[in-house]
């Protein structure tokens, strides 16, 4: 971050990497620095069977050498296909339809296979989103290496390899050379993909959502690294991202695409504390990594603001306890070679409880044992001991149709809503058929009630016969929250319910699930990995790590006043949480 | 990995005499008296039913039958068919044959099939693709008998440019044709195999990758997409040796090949009992190994797998 927050900086090109290049030395005599990358008014568009559909309109930016510039946009917005495009992988249906891509003076636009390829690695390197599936499963991470070294014709020695490595904070490399992407962990996966990407010192680096994949500590680490890196190689970066926090953490310049098209451009800091067009104002606004620092702020301040985004006013408190867990454990037996199995505990000894009428976030990093307490609770994980006592009763202790009832009053709602609704089902049969399961009423009452959850969560009846796949995520996620809604249950657990979903969605949602809790007395545990959305939500707080509760508390207790190293770690690494925005910018 | 194999083994035992009693019992169970296909048309005299009935245990009850076929099997005394000639000898005679129409047609089909289908997959919905995919689809939907004989007619005996059947030889140029013949229809399901994978792993995030890194176009083919397509087409091709190695009886029929089909064929129609029990479980062994050859390949091709 040393570097990120003045826009000054911009200019702060490495004079040495600039000069042995040839192209870049011949201009230097004209004076004023030239963009190494320039997009003039490019279009893309992709032949679909429904015809030609236009991805990306006038999309028009400048990465100066050296500097850090960020493409923030919604998922759809182009940002992507954007900066694919300059490195000519746009996928098979997809071409440049008008416009320009200008490489360090040479438009490259329509350049012949050869030339993109001489230029991919060599003077433009790429690290892309998701380090789960961007490396070849079948090839050691040291070959990945080798092979992008030898075809840019650098030495390609297990040492380069190796130094390749450590460079990009790889510990132990020339051993981990000889590793399968499968033995990395996510943030390893991506130091490597970090090393490919720089491995042959290019000039501009596409970093396309680097770090949405990982954990947020893990994410800080590989960011910092990433940007040490880059200043010490004076590597230009186009960063790609969904989180304006982290655009605005980490880049000079920030571009806001939104349907295809560039809405605003600017220095960061400036976009933030002033954005002009609507949808930047919008997303400014709902930014969870911005928005939770500020009602942090007024709320210090005395003042009431924020109120629709934090619901975490207690709400008339009842007092009693709906769900109390205690001591609870989960091992896993993991099957080791020679048919020996090892223990894996996967929830320690946690305890915690549930209010009714509030909120209860569990937050953890992947691993830490969070969704198994979430499965626990639902009852679709037996426990390996401890209790879990909803309204009094201890659930280990139910029998199967004991079980069932409790699942009237427990619902879920998961995270993907792509993968939790039956792509089969249409919207009401989804809706309607836990009632059908409990049967609950008879069909003209089940669909007055589908009617009416419909019309809870903010979606047209019109609805009810459409399918899955013709909604948007929110719309999906809105269809689950009423089926989960459909048994009038007392608790809903929510596993990651919002992660899925672009950000402005993202506040969409959390408001819903804040006025549905004040309207019908809802109970939520929350299990998410997302601090910033626990800020907006939770009335309490349980931080899990390596399947323990370190700490517990009030929300604003645990924020403001995180008493374990952990729990300040995760707070720091929020992105954009050390950003320091002027009041009025609230 | 060496614990897997032993284990893969041990496996064999079970599958052994679970396969064996089976067909050991098929066959006991066939209607008609056993010597009645030994004597033939003139018919033995009582002495020799009764000698003939001692010598092949049929005087025994089925489970001592059983036992001591199984005794002989694991002396390697694999005993005589009914024509009174060492079944050991016979499967050594017949199965050299066998195994090289089978090892030829396996090169055939893995070679043109993976080939075409790599060509096909790579250029999705165009030409080639499309008339590869219609040919496939006639040589699967079209019996191996019809193409056999029509190959046979044609090439063999129209243009001549390959004997008609196979002499007791059985050279690689007269095995040839029916190579192809044995081949041509898993020819057909690894070409379409082949180009499913490849369409599925052309898109594949790590193949973007890999282009983005500056790899040729060929080296992105060959190293990051053909690679990790091929393990389908490995499994398939695994399961096919097996089967082709238990011999053709329709292709080796058609050209004449003096091959475990045939033979098998023959004894089934003699009603030659230990000599089908013998075959049958020679071939359910030969199955067996060319499915641990596979798994253990696939460990190779996916280094995911392990073998625990």
Redesign the interface.
Known sequence: MSHSINPGTGAGINPGAAADHGRAADRASSGAPAPLLELRDLAITFATNNGDVQAVRDAHLTVMPGETVAIVGESGSGKSTTALAAIGLLPGNGRVSSGSIIFDGEDITHASEKRIVELRGASIGMVPQDPMSNLNPVWKIGFQVRETLRANGLPSGSQDVAKVLAEAGLPDAESRANQYPHEFSGGMRQRALIAIGLSCRPRLLIADEPTSALDVTVQRQILDHLDTMTEELGTAVLLITHDLGLAAERAHKVIVMYQGQVVEAGPALELLTNPRHPYTQKLVASAPSIASRRIASAKKTGEVAGDELAPSEPRSPQHDTVIKVAELTKVFKLRGSWGRSTDFTAVDDVSFSVTRGTTTAVVGESGSGKSTVARMVLGLEPVTSGSIEFDGVDLTTLGRKELFDFRRRVQPIFQDPYGSLDPMYNIYRTIEEPLRVHSIGNGKSREKKVRELLDQVALPSSMMQRFPNELSGGQRQRVAIARALALDPEVVICDEAVSALDVLVQAQILNLLADLQSELGLSYLFITHDLAVVRQIADHVAVMEKGRLVEQGTTDSVFDNPQTAYTQALLAAIPGAGLVLPPEAA | MT?YIVRRFLQLIPVFLGATLLVYFLVFSLPGDATAAICGERGCTPAVIAGLREQYNLDQPFWIQYLLYLKGVLTFDLGTNFSGRPIATIIAEVFPTTAKLAVMALILEAVFGIVFGLIAGLRKGRIFDSSVLVLSLIVIAVPIFVLGFLMQFLIGVKLEWANPTVSGDATISELLLPAVVLGLVSFAYVLRLTRTSIIENV???????????????K?VVV??VL??SLIPVVTFLGADLGALMGGAIVTEGIFNVNGVGNTLYRAVLNGDGPMVVSIVTFLILIFCLANLLVDLLYAW????IRY?
């Not at chain 2, 594949?204 to 500056?214: E, L, S």
């Not at chain 2, 091709?301 to 995911?304: A, G, N, V």
């Open positions: 614990w898109n594949a995030d790590y193949v973007r990758t890999a282009t983005a890194k500056g790899l040729s176009r080296r190293v990051h690679r990790n091709l996916d280094p995911r625990a």
